[in-house]
């Protein structure tokens, strides 16, 4: 009689372990728009001065991401995850001293070096690898939701502790939360499920061929809007919710939970999108186990399309922020696990750190422009309204460009192999 092999994991220490970085990195991040206001009325800075110090930030993030997932595959994922956690623990720290716009900038790349390193493009791979092909893509919809869990409090205790202490203070706090990351490493060792194919070809072999790939291209193209829209609203929404958001119910109280003023409605904005991820991202998860990937992301790029319309289009009220937050939470994360799974499935696992490190730059290309050009347009119109429109332009444009991607893997598609 055969012996029945027992059926894969979900939930591995690998799983666990990088859920807790993701959890960790992303809730710093997350707090980012909560110091827009203190820091500019401190020094007196206009809003595109400190914009621009949180879009240098993503940039240098969206660039440091393939080259952290390189250094994980070429010397170790542990070694990679120390560096990013020095890269950002000290890049908050030596912010916490600068007193001068072009200073908080410089800083601003080494901290997004240190979110690359504890960020999707190195973690993911390492859950994509422990995970098996069947259990894969609900692994990284649960890694994406943790990263997401990270959001809900991130902004929230951002706020608390901006009301005992200066900011300055708040990212000495930061620097050592940062740093607890490093507790996870003993967990965070894969294996390498990669075919015999896959391990003998070269890294510059493998991105070779996905580069000239038309599908690879548009999967690039089409993350652009995510990052766009994720670290426009990450940065400004706290912003516009505190200046544009209409007067909290006449008791003083939103809803009788304890919301008091629109700057504390912004905090929790961001936290009710954290929030809503978790089970967006959970269920983008379980769709991507089994139906088409490009056709989920198209979908949730409509839905990002519509709610941002409809946000905008009406007066700005508590409720409406409120339904905003979680409407665009259900979707904010969600095309995490759906596009590293589709980078898996189509170019393998092997090199997936790199190759959705790539592909992660256009989403951070499009962070840059989210986040500068909101605090320029700012300053120039006096309102937020002008840049929100270019959001929902290149939400449909992403909707549309992920229809011709050709799902299926390069290595099983005429002619390539015996290329």
Not at 50 to 55: K, T
Not at 187 to 210: D, T, V
Not at 284 to 306: E, H
């Amino acid at each position: 009689m055969t012996a029945t092999a027992a059926p894969a994991r979900l939930v591995t220490p690998v799983l666990v372990a990088g859920s807790v970085v993701l959890m960790i990195g992303f809730a710093i991040r997350a707090s980012f728009g909560v110091f827009q206001i203190p820091i500019a009325a401190e020094f007196g800075w206009p809003r595109a001065e400190f914009s621009l110090a949180i879009a240098i930030q993503n940039l240098a993030w969206g660039i440091g991401q393939p080259i952290f997932g390189a250094i994980a595959e070429r010397f170790g994922d542990r070694k990679a995850i120390v560096l990013g956690v020095v890269c950002y623990a000290a890049g908050l720290v030596l912010s916490s001293f600068a007193v001068t716009p072009g200073a908080h900038q410089v800083l601003e790349i080494l901290v997004g070096f240190g979110i690359a390193g504890l960020g999707f493009g190195v973690i993911l791979a390492i859950v994509g690898r422990a995970a098996s092909d069947e259990n894969r893509s609900m692994a990284l919809g649960i890694a994406t939701a943790a990263g997401s869990a990270g959001q809900v409090f991130g902004a929230p205790l951002a706020e608390f502790l901006l009301g005992f202490y200066t900011w300055q203070a708040v990212f000495l706090v930061f620097a050592g939360i940062v740093s607890l990351s490093l507790l996870a490493l003993p967990a965070m060792r894969s294996p390498e499920p990669a075919s015999r194919a896959e391990l003998e070809e070269s890294m510059g072999a493998i991105l070779g061929r996905a580069f000239r790939d038309p599908s690879y291209a548009l999967i690039f193209v089409g993350f652009f809007s995510c990052g766009y829209q994720l670290a426009f609203v990450t940065a400004h929404f706290p912003a516009l919710v505190t200046e544009m958001c209409g007067p909290i119910d006449p008791n003083g109280v939103l809803y009788g939970i304890g919301i008091t003023s629109t700057s504390t409605l912004g905090a929790v904005a961001i936290s009710l999108i954290g929030l809503a991820n978790v089970a967006g991202t959970l269920y983008a998860g379980w769709l991507g186990k089994r139906y088409s990937r490009k056709y989920l992301l198209a979908g949730i790029y409509v839905g990002r399309t519509v709610a941002a319309a409809l946000f905008i289009l009406n007066p700005i009220t508590p409720l409406s922020v409120i339904l905003f937050s979680v409407a665009m939470g259900s979707l904010w994360l969600a095309t995490v696990p759906l596009t590293s799974g589709l980078v898996a499935h189509i170019y393998g696992v092997r090199y997936m750190g790199t190759l959705y490190g790539i592909v992660f730059f256009s989403h951070q290309l499009g962070s840059f422009l989210g986040v500068w050009l909101g605090g320029t347009l700012y300053d120039a119109t006096g309102g937020y309204e002008a840049v929100w429109w270019v959001g929902v332009g290149v939400g449909a444009l992403s909707a549309i460009v992920h229809l011709p991607i050709r799902e299926v893997p390069l290595g099983q598609r005429r002619g390539v192999a015996a290329a």
